[in-house]
């Protein structure tokens, strides 16, 4: 069965340095998604992905968060520059065209020392 | 206010019983679709199952099924016959209509930690 996967599953990384997180998601899906999950606390929206532009983001994903598709198959986040408060699980997710659900990774752990 | 709440922290049931975990959400779109996902202590998060704010039944997959009440804006998921593989993290999610397209931003309740005994 397609999934969805994700590199690294867990990342340790100094306060300052730029991270990146990458996704695969399902194959023919279209739209694409990152969530993050502070320990303990709910999954929150970062942002949207379609067409190969943003279709929403929310008020956490500011200038140090960027999203890219660099080729047809992966779909990655950065953190320019990462503070403590970044410490968390970020969870890709996609959908297809028509679909509903959103199919989810496996989560990278990103641990901000 | 909260668009999804999920009132329950932790819930407990013993094995084979049936449980049910609440979640009551908030929207003024009518357009909308309710999610259930499973976070196990793994941390990943599985799908379980979807409810149309338009479907006239209750969805139902395998032992899950939605409680559906659009007027009671709840949307409650009911495990059947509870095993100890059930024990995780619950988390129900809510779709708003984005234009009339089926994408968008899941928002996410807190969670209910459910428990199976043996």
């Known amino acids: 069965e397609p999934e969805v996967t994700q590199t690294p599953s867990h990342q340790v990384t100094q306060m300052g340095q730029e991270v990146i997180l990458r996704c695969v998601p399902i194959s023919n899906h279209l739209y694409f998604y990152w969530y993050r999950q502070i320990l303990g606390q709910k999954v929150e929206f970062l942002v949207s992905?379609?067409?190969?532009?943003?279709?929403?983001k929310s008020e956490i994903f500011d200038d140090q968060f960027s999203v890219e598709r660099p080729d047809g198959s992966n779909f990655t986040l950065k953190i320019r520059s990462t503070k403590l408060e970044d410490s968390a699980m970020y969870f890709c997710?996609?959908?297809?065209?028509?679909?509903?659900?959103?199919?989810f990774g496996p989560g990278t752990r990103l641990l901000v020392l | 206010a909260q668009k999804i709440t999920q009132t329950q922290p932790g819930m407990f049931v013993q094995e084979k019983e049936a449980v049910t975990l609440d979640c009551t959400y908030d929207t003024s779109d009518p357009s909308y679709g309710l999610f259930w996902y499973k976070q196990p202590s793994s941390g990943e998060m599985i799908f379980l199952i979807y409810?149309?704010?338009?479907?006239?039944q209750n969805a139902t997959e395998g032992r899950y099924s939605l409680n559906f009440q659009k007027a009671r804006k709840s949307a409650n998921l009911v495990i059947s016959a509870s095993q100890l593989g059930d024990s995780a993290m619950y988390f129900c999610a809510m779709r708003e209509g984005t234009g009339g397209t089926s994408y968008g931003k899941l928002t996410f309740g807190q969670g209910t930690i459910l428990t199976v005994h043996p």
């Open positions: 997710a996609s959908s297809d065209f028509g679909q509903e659900t959103q199919y």
């Open positions: 992905f379609y067409n190969n532009e943003i279709s929403e």
């Open positions: 409810q149309g704010s338009y479907d006239q």
